[in-house]
């Protein structure tokens, strides 16, 4: 249930669950295990096209060089159990935010935008890498890297949900 005191558990949502949200869990979770976070940390998507499959390889290998391993991430699809079940969902774009809040009826844990959740102000997105190039994939490393420094501070800070 989402409470009033920080998050011990969040939920990274992207649509497909191969590419942004596998990384910043396993980013987040590399970090917070860093910081001494005491917070659990998962993945989903809300399309169910690639359920039960690893991470897209090329994001597994952009992930691997930056020290960050998705060698056994499967994916798995959102359901309305999730908003009972975390105490923050996070969405990667306004797409799946949008899917997320007519999921959830208002009940449960609250649905934001990642980034700027993690008080990231640019981009508001967390651009999707899946139709482009090697170079994509490094910079949704990066990017989720400088995300998970703002969320890894929002934590130790407290929460003022
Ligand atoms: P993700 O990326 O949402 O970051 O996992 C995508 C993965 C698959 C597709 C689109 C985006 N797809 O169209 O199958």
């Known amino acids: ?54 991470a897209d390889a090329r994001m597994v290998k952009a992930a691997a060089a930056a020290g960050y391993d998705l060698s056994s991430h499967r994916a798995r699809q ?34 934001e935008l990642f980034l700027s959740w993690a008080g990231v102000d640019a981009p508001h997105a967390f651009p999707d890498p899946y139709h ?7 910079r949704s490393v990066a990017l989720a890297e400088r995300a998970v420094e703002g969320l890894v501070a929002r934590l130790r800070g407290g929460w003022n949900g």
């Open 132 to 138: 482009g190039d090697a170079d994509g994939f490094r």
């Open 78 to 111: 959102v359901h309305a159990g999730d908003f009972d079940r975390f105490d923050q969902v996070l969405a990667m774009d306004e797409d799946n935010l949008d899917a997320l809040l007519t999921m959830r009826r208002g009940r449960g844990a609250p649905v």
């Open 1 to 54: 249930m989402a409470s009033a005191d920080r998050p011990t558990s969040i939920l990274f949502v992207c649509l497909g669950n191969i590419c942004r949200s596998p990384l910043v869990e396993a980013v987040a979770r590399q970090h917070c295990a860093a910081a001494g976070l005491d917070v659990a940390l998962a993945s989903c998507g809300t399309g169910h096209w690639h359920v039960g499959k690893g």
